[in-house]
């Protein structure tokens, strides 16, 4: 489904609409290709801390290119600015050095990522809040940069400095279009060491990722970049969606369970065909999810009861049955979709962003406690553009759209690509982390 608003704007009649009204000009936001470079252009490294030559070093072995002196009139793709040193406010102001002469050399769709350090593992007080207002700092710039740019924050706990890799891939690339304003953190929950990526052009070859709801939308993205990341996908799905499910996985070369995730015996009948076929699988992405409106003053029990029963409860009961069979291979990864409404809330969704919450439980509850390199994560979708958000009246459609820093929808392949960086063996340190894939909604955080 395309963008009318959007192509409006970029005809000359709506950009003269667009400058005389004051509306929002979408800038089309560059997206990754297979064998196109991971970063077309130039970074610029700055900031004094800790992981300087960590960072280096990672973005060498990435293979983009980098300079810590800029050259006047020369564009640039990117800015990298290591905050671990700062250790007061005062200091605060060394961001205001960087990055002010810096911003006008930017090319449109660039890539912005201050590196600081997880706040609750400072060494002062005068630390702590110097580096939790880097928070605010990113959040901000995020919503003011435009041009379809990206500001992100990555929180580095001591001893995780060499797990920048696939963090840095993911944040500096065309990957990353459609998510702003966020704060990750490696090496929060204990986990200092990041796994080998064999072959970066398909780092989870050799590897088996479940995706629910793989027959279209989102699950069908998710599908299709796991596997062109090299995943063999065994997709899961409702008998009433089979038919679209196999022809996807036929497609993908992929393997198909068709069950309700929400049967008794549905984590059973998922672990034993993992055994039986694969023996283990090297990641499990929930992507599974239904909506049934109402406020909740018009709504009936088995509303509410269907929806946290697929969007929370076979999700929480999956995942438990795959552990507690050790089916999850080591360096193993389990993700949750969990949505905005989670955070913000909605109108008539009651039932829906509890749910979604509760993944973000979820993922809290079982990142402390998995072992053998295994992680929780997840992300949280905006307004995402398929045929679900297609039937979505007109106006309600509209202030989805464009109340983001982006000023536009996101595509199901935007969900995908963190997907895939959650998935990534280099992602060993990401672990408990939710990350909101919404171009920075104007509501939540």
Not at 46 to 66: E, Q
Not at 176 to 182: E, I, L, P
């Amino acid at each position: 489904m395309s963008d009318r608003y959007q192509f409006f704007t970029s005809t000359p009649i709506g950009k003269l609409v667009v400058k005389n009204l004051g509306l929002p000009a979408p800038t089309p936001l560059v997206r990754w290709t297979e064998g196109a470079p991971l970063v077309d252009g130039t970074v610029v490294t700055g900031g004094r801390g800790r992981l300087g030559k960590s960072l280096v070093v990672a973005l060498d072995d990435l293979g983009i290119a980098n300079v810590a002196v800029p050259t006047t009139g020369e564009r640039y793709r990117g800015l990298v600015f290591d905050a671990t040193g700062l250790t007061s406010a005062e200091e605060l102001v060394e961001l205001q050095r960087f990055f002010t002469p810096l911003m006008r050399s930017l090319t449109s769709c660039a890539r912005v990522v201050v590196l600081g350090t997880v706040p609750e593992q400072t060494d002062s007080a005068g630390e702590r809040v110097a580096q939790r207002a880097l928070e605010g700092f990113t959040r901000s710039l995020g919503k003011e940069i435009g041009h379809g740019s990206t500001v992100n924050l990555v929180h580095v706990a001591p001893g995780a400095e060499e797990t920048l890799a696939s963090t840095l891939a993911f944040f500096l690339s065309p990957k990353s279009a459609y998510v702003s304003g966020q704060v990750v953190r490696l090496g929060a929950t204990g986990t200092t060491e990041a796994g080998t990526v064999a072959d970066p052009a398909r780092p989870l070859a050799g590897t088996v990722a479940v995706v629910t709801g793989a027959s279209r939308g989102i699950g069908e993205q998710i599908a299709r970049v796991l596997h062109r990341d090299g995943a063999k996908v065994l997709g899961v799905d409702v008998p009433q969606a089979a038919s679209e499910l196999q022809a996807v996985m036929r497609e993908i070369e992929g393997d198909h369970l068709v069950l309700d995730i929400t049967a008794k015996d549905a984590p059973q009948r998922i672990a034993q065909h993992v055994k039986n076929t694969y023996g283990q699988v090297a990641a499990v992405v929930h992507n599974a999810g239904i909506t049934r409106d109402k406020k909740l003053a018009n709504m009936a029990e088995d509303r509410w009861s269907s929806v946290i029963g697929v969007n929370l409860m076979a999700p929480e009961r999956i995942s438990r049955e795959l552990l507690e069979q050790g089916l999850v291979a080591q360096n193993g990864r389990i993700v949750g979709v969990s949505s905005i409404a989670g955070i913000a809330g909605n109108v008539g969704q009651t039932n829906y962003a509890a749910s979604k919450a509760g993944v973000i439980g979820l993922v809290d509850a079982l990142a402390d406690v998995v072992d053998n390199g295994v992680t929780v994560n997840a992300v949280a979708p905006g307004f995402i553009i398929t045929q679900m958000t297609a039937a979505v009246p007109f106006a309600t459609r509209e202030v989805g759209q464009r109340m983001n820093a982006m000023s536009q929808g996101g595509l199901p392949v935007d969900v995908a690509e963190a997907i895939a960086w959650y998935l990534s063996p280099g992602s060993t340190a990401v672990n408990g982390n939710v990350v909101r894939v919404c171009g920075q909604m104007m509501l939540g955080a």
